[in-house]
């Protein structure tokens, strides 16, 4: 017979879905690996750290090939097989397809940026960290307890603080990643009081047993968990850059390296908007008088301040264009609040989820587009100015027609077929959960997005100033910039002639 102390052990001891958490453990395995074969590279060899970064962000896609079939599920309670830690389900495949997608092109951009700049970035621990982040990104919107989702989002953060003051004697890069790290913390140290209050309430963490014991939490306790709700909440709010957590976003876009702006532009807000979805929609539904309007009013008040922002900066003598883009991001972020405040109001929760699903999977291949197009600028034009566009498409044509159809998808307007209908999307979720208002400033904001959407789209056919006679130069573009070039260009053409391909993850059920 066992005796008691194996059978406790027996009881501990849990089995582990490999394949359901290959692609985030792949990305950290191969992010080691890296960081190891930089001791014996020699420097003329490095740039090989950089292709087997590519690769193995490669291969972590292709891993959420063989888990598209079915839900899975991984470090669950003994006896409660349905409470569990980690599950790769239909939402979180498409997340993590995006934020691993979305570091794969990241990946691409960096190879050539290094190649490029002087030796002030390290290539080990660039890689490194880009994949250690990654790793977290991609852990997230599979977590599915409280201390799994905050350690993933420190996972993704810690590094990605790194990563944009990696600059060695770059003031802008130093004064960037303080404002990111200092910001952040904050939000993190008030998110995880938020957590202890939660957990104090209900005395569980997986989000599943929340969703059941916070509705019938003391009455003496009700305080504490609103209290709890607000500020977990808003740890995850600045990760989307939702005002009035948003002010680290310019200045640390345009200190950062360019791949990096990218990378937080898409996978930073892909974390955010995971870990929302997963804390209201999954573990505090009964609450939704709580976050719904808190959610709406940012929202507004986001996707205003963006794009007003962005519509200033034609007020400088000398704008830059990824100054603008990341005032864009702001904007961006609050069309994709608008579905999670309307979950909070529709019968139909999981539509309204899906809706913002949709819209981020359009905006991350557009916007790494126009990131791709901006480091190609930036290899000549290092101050990377919204000026440098003017007559680009004398000197790159098809650089030119990718940014142009980029800007239009942002837009939301024909031929960029799939920044309307995902925008489209969007509005019907305000208005079917009866947020009209909601849907009334979006259409608002929208106008203001195309002022500055077309005015840098027309900006690319005039002629460049003091232009010398004679056909313009032209630089070979690196084959890494091509390939992002063509893989967001494909990506966005494609959608555009198929948008049911993105538009049918809002008409079906993610978890």
Known sequence: MSSPAQLLAADLVQSVDWLAIAPPTLAAVVGLAVLVADLFLADARKALLGWISVAGLAACVLLLLPLRDGDRATFCLNGAPDVCSYTADRFTLVLQLLVLGGALLAALLSVTALKDADKRLPEGEYWFLLLSSAAGAALLPASRDLATLIVALEVASLPAFALVGLRHGDRRSSEAALKFFLSSVTATAVSLMGVSFVYASTGTLYLTQIAERVQHVDGQLHTLTQTGVVLTLVGFAFKTAAVPFHFWVPDTYVGAPLPIAAYLS????????????????????????????????????????????????????????????????????????????????????????????????????????????????????????????????????????????FLICLAGLPPGVIGLFAKVTVFSAAVDAGLGWLAVVMAVNVVIALFYYLQWTGLLFRAPEDAPEGTPARHRVPAPLTAALALTGALGIVLSGAPQLVLRFADTGLF
């Open 266 to 405: 898409v996978v930073g807000k892909a974390v955010g908007f995971s870990g929302l979805i997963l804390l209201t929609v999954v573990a505090l539904p009964s609450y939704a008088d709580v976050w719904g309007p808190a959610l709406a009013g940012l929202a507004a008040l986001t996707m205003t301040v963006g794009n007003v922002g962005a519509l200033r900066q034609r007020a400088t003598r000398a704008y830059s264009a990824v100054r603008l883009l990341a005032w864009s991001s702001v904007g961006q972020a609050g069309y994709l609040l608008v579905p999670i405040a309307a979950a909070a109001y529709s019968d139909d929760a999981e539509r309204s989820i899906g809706s913002t699903v949709a819209y981020a999977l359009m905006y991350g291949a557009v916007n790494l587009g126009a990131f791709a197009v901006a480091a190609l600028v930036g290899r000549t034009k290092t101050r990377n100015r919204l000026a440098d566009y003017r007559g680009l498409y004398a000197s790159h044509p098809l650089a030119a027609l990718l940014l142009a159809f």
